[in-house]
């Protein structure tokens, strides 16, 4: 299976909103709504932020939002905060009762 | 709040097996609801999935790792384990586990294995 693709890199400045997208299949990402995304902070432990494209676990800020369109997720970061600098990785079920992760992206704030 | 640790040697020589434990503390391993995954990530590099195992010892492997793992639960224990044979150099990662379930994974802080002589 081929890891969803994401950009290697966003960055915004602060207060402004970015969106990750997460390109897969319709054997993954547009087949299922079990899409979710991480916050990964180098030496730190994977943060979920979103999951089933779009539910945020309690305790996450509703600055970040999830959708789907097609075979494409998206992670928008609104209000964009010196914290946010950190990877994101999108994950999928798939097909095969297994799952995916995206190639990841650096979010850079300027 | 379930608590999981991931334990194993630190350095493993090329050719040989692979095998960590982790342990679930402060939360159940039997519900039906959750299932278990092992993640890794070498240094530099994204995240992949290795695989999953359920309780019942039903498994599901990424197909590029499929020939050479093998996962399994101790219910007794509390623990959940993987085994990677004829591992490389490539195979050196951060391994995580994960507990999984409908609204999402809980990580374990990962351990770091290195392959080398």
């Known amino acids: 299976q081929s890891a969803l693709t994401q950009p290697a890199s966003v960055s915004g400045s602060p207060g402004q909103s970015i969106t990750i997208s997460c390109t897969g299949t319709?054997?993954?990402?547009?087949?299922?709504?079990?899409v979710s995304w991480y916050q990964h902070h180098p030496g730190k432990v994977p943060k979920l932020l979103i999951y089933?494209?779009?539910n945020r676990p309690s305790g996450i800020s509703n600055r970040f939002s999830g959708s789907k369109s097609g075979n494409t997720a998206s992670l928008t970061i609104s209000g964009l905060q010196a914290e946010d600098e950190a990877d994101y990785y999108c994950?999928?079920?798939?097909?095969?009762?297994?799952?995916?992760f995206g190639t990841g992206t650096r979010v850079a704030v300027l | 709040q379930v608590h999981l640790q991931e334990s194993g040697p630190g350095l493993v020589k090329p050719s040989q097996t692979l095998s960590l434990t982790c342990t679930v503390s402060?939360?159940?391993?039997?519900?039906?609801?959750?299932?278990w995954n092992w993640i890794r990530q070498p240094a530099g590099k994204g995240l992949e999935w290795i695989g999953r195992?359920?309780?019942?010892?039903?498994?599901n492997y990424n197909p590029s790792l499929r020939s050479r793992v093998a996962m399994s639960v101790d219910t007794s224990k509390k623990q959940f384990s993987l085994k990677l044979t004829s591992v490389t150099a490539a195979d050196t990662a951060i391994y995580y586990c994960?507990?999984?379930?409908?609204?999402?994974?809980?990580w374990g802080q990962g351990t770091l294995v290195t392959v080398s002589s």
């Open positions: 994950n999928s079920y798939t097909d095969s009762n297994t799952y995916v």
């Open positions: 089933d494209v779009s």
């Open positions: 195992v359920f309780t019942s010892g039903r498994a």
């Open positions: 994960a507990r999984g379930l409908s609204s999402g994974w809980n």
């Open positions: 402060d939360g159940s391993i039997t519900s039906d609801v959750y299932y």
């Open positions: 319709s054997l993954d990402v547009g087949g299922y709504k079990y």
